[in-house]
């Protein structure tokens, strides 16, 4: 099978560009189906946009899209300009033969904000990259000399390009805390005002690593989120988190890390400066678990245009999305 993939958001610094980058290399390993990386898909048999921003009104092949949550749609005041620039993408998504989203809570506002029948919503959980894993400690000494950080410290991790109201960032800088925080991912000029804290700008995936090994605790103080990468990817590298209680995290951690209520970001932090090690084990999903569901999803959304008999690959994949 020959498969468009639209790899454009490979390049960005957000969620969406590990989502993309990930799979698409998980998908390459795997070897059962033909990836071209095009945004044109032509003379292919499937197109998957792993981003809104791909999603296509008149697409010439079955179309899958990946959506990651629905920020935009359920808070309208604050996403104005996504809102109206993502209009019509939202009507793209709703051709779309399947759509794929990370988790349940996900799926369940697909269904009721979109109208997109159940049957047409796949639940693809992702996972830490393979370059996220615990790391030595004269790794976590280099990468805490590289960047000034202090010996014990709380970590957020996220992009800071622009502010995201979701994200909280300057709400958490506010909260009481008797740790130093170290803010990670690339910034812009308004999270250099942010107060006591450090910043280390963009890093890379093993700089990433050794940062979150050396942390005392993650702290997530989304109030909303579709997934939540930093929270797994922590506990790959075998740090504690304290994160918000909101319906996407609580299924994804599933009692592996601290919840607290939203409107407590005193206790976020104090439960993030109270955690202890070792901190429970990721979920055992993976990428290249993610890669064979995604493929099961491209062999449905031909099938149903009758060119494609589907097939069930006997691989672990199956299972895990039925139990998660």
């Known amino acids: 099978m020959k498969v468009a993939f639209d790899s454009r958001p490979a390049k960005s610094t ?4 590990r989502y993309a980058r990930c799979l698409l290399e998980a998908l390459h390993d795997m070897g059962r189906c033909d990836v071209v990386e095009t945004h044109e898909p032509r003379r292919c048999e499937v197109y998957h946009s792993p981003w809104i921003d791909g999603a296509m009104l008149r697409c010439p092949v079955p179309m899958v899209v990946t959506l990651h949550d629905l920020a935009p749609l359920k808070r309208h005041g604050q996403y104005l300009r996504s809102t109206l620039r993502f ?35 796949a639940v693809i959980p992702e996972a830490p990259a ?19 950080l202090p010996e014990r410290y709380l970590l957020w991790v996220g992009a800071m390009q622009t502010p995201d109201p979701r994200k909280r960032v300057a709400a958490l800088t506010r909260a009481a805390r008797s740790m130093p925080l170290v803010l990670v991912g690339p910034t812009a000029a308004w999270a250099h005002e942010l ?15 050794a940062i979150y090994t050396g942390a005392h605790a993650l ?35 599933d009692r592996r890390a601290t919840l607290t209520a939203i409107d ?5 932090v104090a439960a993030a400066e109270a955690a202890v090690r070792p901190a429970p084990p990721p979920p055992a ?12 999803v491209y062999c449905e959304a031909v099938a149903e245009t009758g060119s494609c008999q589907i097939t069930r690959p006997k691989h672990r994949a199956a299972a895990l999305v039925k139990d998660a």
């Open 14 to 17: 957000h969620g969406v560009g």
């Open 87 to 121: 209009k019509l993408r939202y009507l793209a998504v709703q051709r779309a033969l399947r759509v794929i989203v990370p988790t349940y809570a996900v799926a369940e506002d697909v269904e009721s904000v979109l109208d997109i029948p159940r049957e047409r919503i």
């Open 130 to 148: 393979p370059s996220l894993h615990r790391r030595p400690a004269n790794e976590v000494d280099a990468v805490r000399e590289r960047y000034e």
């Open 195 to 209: 107060p006591g804290v450090t910043l280390t700008g963009a890093v890379s995936d093993d700089e990433l690593a």
């Open 219 to 253: 702290v997530f103080p989304s109030d909303d989120e579709g997934f939540g990468l930093p929270p797994v990817e922590a506990l790959a590298c075998g740090t504690p988190v304290a994160a918000c209680e909101v319906p996407a995290l609580r299924e994804v951690l």
């Open 264 to 268: 407590d970001l005193d206790g976020l």
């Open 285 to 296: 999903w993976t990428w290249e678990d993610a890669a064979h569901a995604t493929w099961q």
